[in-house]
């Protein structure tokens, strides 16, 4: 069998993308968002209150969304499959000629990583709200941005820096490596073209099941080959630059809670940091943006073991769905700051301007049944009612009597507590849940009730197997009422106060495998 080799960028876009323009100031007048849903709504308020007029773009599935009554303007795309309507670049591109737009805002998902139209857009004349389509392109390859960041010290995981195509070298370096260890592909992404190997003789067979996925879902087939942290932890950092080389970090993000590599909950700051490894994940976190000449938001993937050695992943070069939550904890509309750098201005502040104040958590309330395998389910929104008061943020993009299309991602809304520490921010999500009313479809509130009340989420003492290692369905049947909710809440701050490792769960059948130790009394 042949394995295609590794994929360098190509220097298309350099050659083609002057940097003398970058400089240039233009005022954003009117902005098309090419996008649906919550994150269209998000966008367009942030540009309303800027004074920026607003484009919704819509699939005749999308008609009456809360995104297209709310913009200034609106334009009906094409049929509601995402290939006819929301990724037709060169449609929408036209739409901003025709309607005197100044900048497009391309959300998350669908066309914000898409290097090809970034450049297409940026040739048309108009501002590509995110970054260069050099640096999307660069860091769309997991290979590529290994490389873009080897001249600054940046710690990665031990394993090949190229792509593997000959089996037995490829087992040599495994052996070197220690097993088990991990092939993924290098333009992989959702965890697709990943697979374990726990031992050589397994080897063979995992490669060609990787590289079979890699081909199919990306059409390129290199796979490169990393030692296998086990239980790691997912923490990103936020970063912001802009077009005159500041780069700063709006700290980090814990996302460990995924389910089939979808993330579930996310909260900011992380319960296990340490000031001191904040500081050093966040300067390495702007040594990897600085690397590929970075602008705009972006966000840093690391994975953290148990000793919190820190590793980089990737980069995703968009805004992500996670970003509130650092909103909330840094006082920064991450939004405006976009479109700022976007039309050209420096950043206004600077990294020590920046500090961390109480905690965030966000779940993702999903259009799917967690009773039944997480099947999406679709529906008339026959009641739908959010929750309020302080410190609650909800950010939906659909509203009572609305049918939920088929067509496009499960995630219909994001609910987001903000209070003075971790527990408090806790406390107000599940009471925002319990407020929540969801009529005509089922949805991932229950589930993440059940997270947010276990004591491995509540200790801090959990990482990226917490889902796998907690999780079944019967969980849901017996979820605590309020009493005993109040009692296991008191014991787990209890817990997690005394820095006693966790014992037996009351939620599982299961002890806590984990060995977090949280960082409460450091960060007081
Ligand atoms: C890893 C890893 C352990 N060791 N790399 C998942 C998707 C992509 N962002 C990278 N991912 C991981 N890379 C090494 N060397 C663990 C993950 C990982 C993960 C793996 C299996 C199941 C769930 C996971 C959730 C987050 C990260």
């Known amino acids: 069998m042949l394995y295609q080799g590794q ?3 190509s220097l298309f876009f350099a050659k083609q993308n002057p940097t003398e323009t970058k400089k240039r100031m233009k005022k954003i007048e009117k902005i098309l968002v090419a996008n649906r849903g919550e994150i269209a709504l998000r966008v367009m308020r942030t540009a309303k209150e800027m004074g920026i007029q607003t484009v919704a773009i819509y699939s005749e599935a999308d008609r009456l969304a809360p995104h297209v009554k709310f913009a200034d303007q609106a334009v009906c795309v094409g049929p509601p499959p995402s290939n006819q309507s929301y990724l037709l670049g060169d449609k929408i591109i036209q739409i901003c000629k025709e309607l005197n737009v100044d900048a497009i805002h391309p959300g998350y998902g669908f066309l914000s990583e898409n ?173 990897v943006a600085r690397a590929c000449n970075y602008y705009g938001a972006g966000t840093v993937e690391f994975i953290v073991d148990e000793d919190l050695n820190f590793y980089f992943l990737e980069m995703n070069t968009r805004l992500q769905v996670e970003h509130p939550v650092t909103e909330l904890i840094t006082g920064v509309d991450l939004v405006k700051e976009m479109i700022l750098v976007a039309e050209g201005h420096p950043l206004s502040f600077k990294q020590e301007d920046l500090q961390i104040q109480g905690h965030a958590v966000e779940c993702r309330v999903c259009a799917e049944d967690p009773k039944n395998n997480f099947l999406p389910d679709v529906g008339t929104l026959h009641t739908y009612v959010r929750p309020q008061g302080n410190g609650v943020r909800v950010d939906d993009g659909m509203e009572e009597g ?98 006693k490792p966790v014992s037996q769960a009351s939620t599982s059948n299961a002890g806590n495998p984990s060995r977090w130790k949280t960082q409460r009394t450091a960060l007081r």
Do not use: W
């Open 115 to 287: 290097a090809a139209f970034c450049q297409k857009v940026t040739d048309a004349g108009l501002i590509f709200i995110g970054p260069s389509p050099e640096s999307i392109e660069v860091m769309g390859d997991k290979l590529s941005s290994k490389h873009a960041v080897a001249r600054y010290n940046i710690p990665m995981v031990p394993g090949t820096p190229d792509a593997v195509t000959d089996r037995e070298e490829a087992k040599r370096k495994s052996k070197e490596i220690g097993y088990p260890v991990l092939i993924k592909a290098s333009a992989g992404g959702g965890g697709k073209g990943m697979r374990v190997v726990e031992k050589e003789e397994e080897f063979d067979e995992q490669m060609d099941r990787a590289v079979s996925e890699a081909i199919a879902s990306f059409g390129n087939g290199a796979v490169f080959v990393e030692k296998y942290i086990t239980s790691p932890k997912h923490i990103e950092i936020q970063v912001l630059g802009d077009k005159h080389g500041n780069i700063v970090h709006l700290f980090e993000r814990e996302c460990s809670v995924q389910r089939r590599h979808q993330k579930v909950v996310e909260e900011a700051p992380s319960a296990v940091l340490t000031p001191a490894i904040r500081e050093a994940m966040g300067k390495c976190a702007v040594d």
């Open 7 to 9: 994929r360098r960028p």
């Open 402 to 499: 609305m049918a939920i299309p088929i067509y496009y991602d499960p995630m219909i809304a994001k609910l987001i507590t903000y209070g003075k520490d971790r527990s408090e921010a806790i406390d107000k999500m599940v009471r925002a849940i319990d407020e929540y009313k969801i009529v005509g479809i089922q949805t991932t509130l229950p589930f993440c009730k059940f997270v947010l009340r276990h004591e491995a989420f509540v200790s801090g003492n959990f990482d990226t197997r917490f889902i796998s290692l907690y999780y079944k369905p019967e969980v849901l049947d017996t979820l605590p009422q309020a009493e005993e909710e109040m009692l296991a809440a008191a014991l787990a701050s209890h817990l997690l106060v005394n820095h």
